[in-house]
């Protein structure tokens, strides 16, 4: 078993420097604890430890403190914008369950060593991650040191084990005490013995082997290094003491108690929602907090009708008119349409739905509640009908509300926010055509519900203006989107594509030229053979695909041929990408008006836009992007020869 322990202190400050300010909208510092966090999962992914732990340094004094009013006296404050973050990251170790260590009168490098050990008696194993070599000297059998640091604004790490450690050093890692002792520490402010510096405390180690062994030996050592050794020996004990970790801190420590746990779903995402870490939130699969309510049994009477005489219906139309608004939900073929005004539910179909019943209950003279408006705007403009008077859309505030999660169907947004499933009726029971009503009158109530409790969400997390301003009133625009579609002029795309067609054969014929015969030129192998075996070019390392093609291996005279092969590869693709889409283009087409049409997302991830997600192909050309890039890389080295 593995128990992995972070040096707190030495990370956060690691991921502070290391990440740019970054703030919330109220001007919260959050840079270091995004940036550890990002650390954080780096570690586990790398380590995949069975337990997980953090340590942290306490403002009170330590007994080194007290023994030496120098210890660490050299050392700038923390700053401001990093201090106010570290209750923050406490918080949010302690929501995702991995259990925190601190001492009063102790350092956390203690604490740290008292875990190894504790470790290594319960035959665990231990990786300690920190940016200070102090915590070399704990490596044994069952402690190894993850240490990081920075190279080059790149954060690198070197795993310690006792062989990595007598490697570099020559010595083993308890040693690391001694070699301290000698030659002190600048960030500690460990005096050590003054004039002898970590070459010479390093050879008198490896001579003599311990700091005690050194002061037996002083006749041994040279006239001037000994005259500092001597004047230098209360210091270098003193050194050595302040310089050993203290493996018996008074700390409740089992590696059983720090067993890897999911985090506490509803304090972690507050935290993360607090901290605006959007990313952070989909990465952990958090979401919103769900309400819990009592589970019991509802009795009541619910009145409905089924409607379908064209005068009841434009009798019901016109008693809606004066309701503060309604809850609907329509079939997606507008067949049905269900209506619930808090007091009676309503179905209409067959002759109630008439184009004066239509125009009136989709008008602005009724107010109407519904669930994901955007798809019945569009189905009601693309009818001839209006789309006005809608005054709430549930599955846009359920969005608003948590926008990480995968799905904002009516069922999963009322078991999230009113903790309820909606009642279906057995159709084998009822029939089919009434258990259909019945779902569609349940789903109108539901809508109902949901609009009692969401709109104060909405105020709670200060998204009144986001929601009524931009979200909903944006509903109607990408409906009337859709319902135009887009212009396309098939012919162009056409003729371009056979434009594309021209070039990729002339290209073939050049490159047919250069080679002396036809061959596959998709073929890595079979290229590979006629640049390298063949045409005589300079090769590269042969991979089990055949020969590397870089253009750095490359003489001036044979960038000719390489430029043209490239420009083949990316008109290829240009003539692929295009001519298929013309191809598909008129069975996409309205017959008359010569439009294409798609839906336009706006219930998405978090982090994505609003987009034609059927109209890709023809917005992004990745790979012919990626080809640019190689021609104009090709054409600038050609350059540097001429």
Same mark, same amino acid.
């Not at 311990?210 to 002061?215: V, W």
């Not at 269900?338 to 109630?352: I, Q």
């Not at 596959?520 to 075996?533: C, E, H, P, R, V």
């Given at each position: 078993m593995k128990l992995m322990v972070l040096d707190g202190n030495s990370v956060i400050n690691r991921a502070y420097y290391g990440v740019r300010a970054l703030t919330t909208k109220d001007g919260f510092f959050t840079n270091a604890i995004y940036g550890f966090l990002n650390i954080l999962e780096k570690l586990r992914t790398e380590e995949q430890p069975d337990a997980l732990c953090v340590t942290f340094d306490l403002k009170a004094p330590t007994f080194r403190h007290l023994a030496y009013d120098g210890y660490k006296a050299t050392r700038h404050p923390m700053p401001d914008e990093l201090a106010m973050q570290l209750p923050m990251m406490k918080d949010i170790l302690r929501a995702m369950r991995i259990p925190i260590f601190e001492c009063e009168g102790w350092e956390a490098d203690d604490v740290i060593g008292t875990i190894g050990k504790q470790c290594g008696r319960a035959n665990w194993d231990c990786v300690i991650v920190t940016g200070d070599r102090d915590s070399l000297q704990l490596i044994d059998e069952h402690v190894t040191v993850k240490l990081v640091s920075s190279k080059l604004s790149q954060s690198v790490a070197v795993n310690y084990d006792p062989a990595r450690f007598r490697e570099e050093y020559g010595f083993d890692p308890?040693?690391? $005490? #001694? =070699?301290?002792?000698?030659?002190?520490?600048?960030? #500690?402010?460990?005096?050590?013995?003054?004039?002898?510096?970590?070459?010479?405390?390093t050879q008198l180690l490896l001579d003599y082997g311990?700091? #005690?062994?050194?002061?037996a030996h002083l006749d041994a050592i040279k006239d001037k290094l000994r005259a500092k050794l001597e004047q230098g &020996?209360?210091?270098? %004990?003193?050194?050595y003491d302040l310089a050993t970790i203290r493996c018996e801190a008074p700390i409740d420590f089992s590696p059983e108690d720090c067993r890897v746990q999911q985090p506490d779903n509803d304090t972690l995402y507050q935290?993360?929602? &607090? =901290?605006?870490?959007?990313? !952070?939130?989909?990465?952990?699969?958090?979401?919103?907090? *769900?309400?819990?309510?009592?589970?019991?049994?509802f009795a009541g009477t619910c009145t409905s009708e089924t409607v379908t005489d064209a005068a009841r219906a434009?009798?019901?139309? /016109?008693?809606? !008119?004066?309701?503060?608004?309604?809850?609907? $939900?329509a079939e997606p073929d507008l067949s049905g349409i269900?209506?619930?005004?808090?007091?009676?539910?309503? %179905?209409?179909?067959?002759?109630?739905l008439s184009d004066d019943f239509m125009l009136t209950i989709f008008g602005a003279s009724v107010k109407k509640v519904t669930h994901d408006c955007k798809p019945l705007m569009r189905r009601l403009l693309e009818q001839g009908y209006p789309a006005e008077g809608f005054i709430f859309d549930t599955a846009l505030a359920a969005y608003d509300l948590d926008a990480t999660r995968g799905s904002y169907d009516l069922d999963s947004v009322v078991q999230q926010h009113l903790g309820f499933a909606i009642g279906r009726a057995d159709s084998e029971q009822v029939g089919k055509d009434a258990a259909r009503v019945c779902s569609r009158l349940a789903e109108a109530e539901a809508v109902g519900a949901l609009y009692e409790a969401l709109p104060e969400k909405l105020t709670k997390n200060g998204m009144e203006k986001l929601y009524y301003e931009i979200e909903l009133p944006l509903c109607r625009v990408l409906a009337e989107m859709e319902a135009a579609g887009v212009k396309?002029? *098939?012919?162009? =795309?056409?003729?371009?594509?056979?434009?594309?067609?021209? &070039?990729?054969? /002339?290209?073939?014929?050049?490159? +047919?030229?250069?080679?002396?015969?036809? +061959?596959?030129?998709?073929?890595?192998? !079979?290229?590979? *053979?006629? =640049? +390298?075996?063949?045409l005589g070019l300079p090769a590269g390392k042969k991979t089990k695909s055949g020969y590397s093609k870089s253009s750095k291996m490359l003489l001036p005279e044979e960038f000719d041929a390489v430029l043209t092969y490239a420009q083949k590869r990316r008109t290829d693709l240009q003539g692929a990408m295009y001519r298929g889409k013309a191809?598909?283009?008129? %069975?996409?087409?309205?017959? !008359?008006?010569?439009?294409?049409?798609?839906? %336009? &997302? #706006?219930?998405?991830?978090f982090d994505e836009q609003i987009e034609g997600y059927e109209y890709r192909k023809l917005e992004k050309l990745p790979k012919e992007i990626v080809m640019e890039k190689i021609m104009a890389k090709l054409e600038e080295e050609k350059q540097t020869w001429e």
């Open positions: 308890i040693h690391l $005490i #001694d =070699l301290k002792a000698l030659m002190g520490d600048s960030s #500690d402010n460990i005096p050590g013995v003054a004039g002898v510096g970590p070459k010479t405390a311990t700091l #005690d062994g050194i002061y &020996r209360e210091s270098a %004990y003193m050194s935290l993360f929602t &607090r =901290l605006e870490f959007t990313r !952070q939130i989909a990465r952990y699969g958090l979401h919103a907090p *769900q309400e819990t309510v009592e589970a019991g049994a434009a009798e019901l139309a /016109a008693a809606f !008119q004066k309701e503060h608004y309604v809850n609907i $939900i269900a209506v619930e005004t808090g007091e009676s539910g309503y %179905y209409f179909s067959d002759f109630a396309a002029d *098939q012919m162009a =795309l056409i003729s371009f594509g056979n434009m594309l067609q021209s &070039r990729i054969e /002339a290209a073939e014929q050049t490159i +047919f030229g250069y080679a002396g015969k036809k +061959f596959n030129i998709n073929s890595t192998k !079979q290229l590979g *053979q006629i =640049l +390298f075996d063949e191809e598909a283009l008129p %069975y996409e087409m309205g017959t !008359q008006n010569g439009c294409t049409y798609c839906p %336009y &997302r #706006d219930i998405c991830g």
